[in-house]
């Protein structure tokens, strides 16, 4: 590909933007990826009424004047942790419809494929907004997947930041692996089903970046809920490609 790209985004693109400051360093004469964080203090409050408020709609257009680049979005993609990376008071379970997933937990109560569905759906409301935003400003645009869920618990607890602590992490512990896992594949379809609607391609994890099972490797996972630089450099290179 012979375009630059530019990444907008909140928290997720804090990978994205080590990667590009590495490549940057290496080679000044390379491809550059920008990245917008539409949730930084000269944008805020991000979104006024039903759209971006002027500051950030300007920066995006912008970018899009001066460097034509290619533009990818990857606005959201934590809903699925807030919802489900806490082991919840009364455990639940469900079975992923249309696709093999990991069976129902004999000890959790089973519920709905539609009941997650809608309770996700709920959360998911403003990331609609931004990826409609996005599609009105930009024309073109692909959104990222999120990172899928990491399998090792013990891993998250010790990574997970004050927002789930304050949420009683250290009480009530870490939801399953599989449990997760099941909720961040039916986030993506959601959000995937959204990018259809409006016209936006959607772009799964680079493969790389999972094991065998579909989990996030650790040597690409930031925190308990995000990539690092390595998982950056792999979603730029993915991009490149295109």
């Known amino acids: ?9 909140q928290s997720h ?8 400051k590495t490549r ?8 550059r990826t920008r990245v917008i964080h539409t949730m930084e203090p000269q944008y805020a409050p991000e979104v006024e009424g039903e759209g971006f408020t002027p500051a950030l709609e300007e920066a995006i ?20 942790n807030g919802f489900a990376l806490i082991r919840h008071p009364r455990p639940y379970d469900f079975l992923l419809s249309d696709e093999d997933g990991p069976p129902l937990d004999p000890e959790a109560e089973p519920v709905t494929e539609a009941q997650v569905r809608a309770a996700l759906e709920e959360g998911l409301v403003r990331d609609r907004l931004r990826l409609s935003e996005l599609k009105r400003i930009a024309g073109e645009v692909i959104q990222l997947e999120s990172p899928p869920p990491v399998a090792d618990s013990g891993w998250i607890a010790a ?3 004050a927002y789930f602590k304050d949420r009683g992490l250290a009480d009530l512990g870490v939801a399953p ?14 959000v995937a089903r959204y990018c259809a609607e409006l016209g936006i391609a959607f772009l799964p994890v680079p493969a790389e970046a999972r094991d065998e099972r579909g989990f996030l490797r650790l040597d690409h996972a930031g925190d308990a809920t995000h990539g690092n630089e390595a998982y950056g450099e792999a979603v730029i290179r993915q991009l490149e490609e295109l």
């Open 13 to 20: 693109i804090a990978a994205i933007r080590s990667a590009a």
């Open 61 to 80: 257009r912008d970018q899009i004047a001066r460097n034509a680049p290619l533009v990818a979005s990857a606005s959201g993609g934590n809903v699925h």
């Open 159 to 161: 990574q997970a930041d």
């Open 24 to 31: 940057r360093e290496a080679d000044p004469e390379r491809l």
């Open 1 to 9: 590909m012979s375009k630059s790209i530019l990444v907008i985004g």
């Open 177 to 190: 692996a599989a449990l997760r896992y099941k909720i961040w594949r039916l986030h993506s379809r959601i």
